[in-house]
């Protein structure tokens, strides 16, 4: 069988680099995967933009493991699952006596971790004095357990993530602006799985396999008609979604064969609708896509026509600045490009 130009990119890219856990050859997960084997073997921090269950946490993952500090610790922590005592006792320890129920010393997750990788999901939860504390270790690599004055040092890589704006909290001081720039050294963003449909069949096996072995039974597939409903849906969850339903196809049923009619209601009535329906969601996607390539020409020619100045493009397109550079930073548009083309306009 020949292979399509996004197979074979992305066996080049499986050649240099472990990106065994990240499933799909959609153009815009290869793009991801190409700047992830640029930047893992460096120090920089990354903040990983994308909306719940894109797989956030599995790219920085995969930036730790392809990093030279893979033999050491990886920790993720949710900034949103601690309050703001606790995130900071698991972060840099406590003494004993720091507070009721600190009985003995115990180190930190910074301490833990020298030389591994921190991530910190829902970085926009953390409160503002936790934020002020992880500036500091940003620029020094210096912090102090909970009710100690004791200085420490531990060289831990930071990756970030969020589904909200950072600049925008950062511009409304809701958000420590000098922090929202020391982790935005290089800023990755992971699209819904409705904007790469055309990986939902390659999940699909997957799942579909790892629930089987984990469940007992091996021999589980999905009917075409299955996988046909399966490709229709918008996954408003996305991929952690499509992952629960896979799971509860394999464990409710019985024979090899996974029916449409063991989908949950909401995907049979998918299923049941007319061809109209089905119109509809292939006008969805086509409207996205012109409008991101609108979007993107508009930009352009902004830039083209102020040469390179954000500023001045931004507000002669009617934007918000802060919504303008939003959209350059997602299309990954550099207004330095566009400063010596003086005579493009």
Avoid at 49 to 74: C, V, W
Avoid at 173 to 195: A, H, M, Q, T, W
């Amino acid at each position: 069988m020949q292979l399509t130009q996004n197979q074979k990119r992305r066996a080049s890219l499986d050649k240099q680099f472990d990106f065994e856990c990240i499933i799909g050859n959609h153009p815009k997960l290869l793009d991801i995967l190409e700047l992830v084997g640029q930047v893992a073997i460096t120090k920089a921090t990354v903040l990983i933009y994308g909306e719940s269950g894109t797989g956030k946490e599995l790219i920085a993952q995969t930036l730790h493991r392809n990093s030279q500090r893979k033999d050491k610790p990886f920790v993720a922590l949710n900034c949103g699952a601690f309050q703001d005592t606790l995130l900071e006792s698991e972060l840099f320890g406590h003494i004993r006596g720091a507070f009721t129920g600190a009985t003995s010393y115990k180190k930190g997750w910074f301490e833990h971790a020298n030389g591994g990788t921190i991530f910190f999901d829902e970085i926009h939860d953390m409160s503002p004095a936790l934020q002020s504390k992880l500036l500091r270790i940003l620029q020094t690599g210096q912090f102090a357990p909970l009710g100690s004055v004791e200085i420490k040092r531990s060289d831990v890589r930071i990756i970030a993530a969020t589904n909200r704006d950072l600049e925008l909290l950062s511009k409304q001081g809701s958000f420590r602006e000098e922090l929202f720039y020391r982790l935005n050294v290089i800023d990755l963003y992971l699209p819904p799985l409705r904007k790469r449909k055309s990986d939902i069949p390659a999940l699909l096996r997957y799942f579909t396999a790892l629930f089987g072995n984990e469940y007992g039974k091996f021999e589980m597939d999905l009917c075409n008609e299955t996988v046909k409903v399966l490709e229709k849906y918008d996954y408003p969850g996305n991929i952690r979604e499509l992952r629960n339903i896979v799971e509860r196809l394999v464990v409710l049923c019985k024979k090899e064969a996974v029916q449409t009619k063991h989908l949950p209601h909401k995907l049979q009535t998918l299923e049941n609708s007319t061809e109209e329906v089905c119109e509809m969601l292939h006008f969805h996607e086509a409207k996205e896509s012109a409008i991101e390539q609108f979007e993107r020409r508009f930009l352009k020619r902004s830039l083209e026509l102020t040469h390179g100045n954000v500023r001045e493009a931004a507000r002669a397109s009617g934007l918000h600045f802060t919504s303008f550079h939003s959209k350059l930073r997602k299309y990954r548009l550099d207004p330095d490009l566009f400063r010596s083309s003086t005579n493009n306009a």
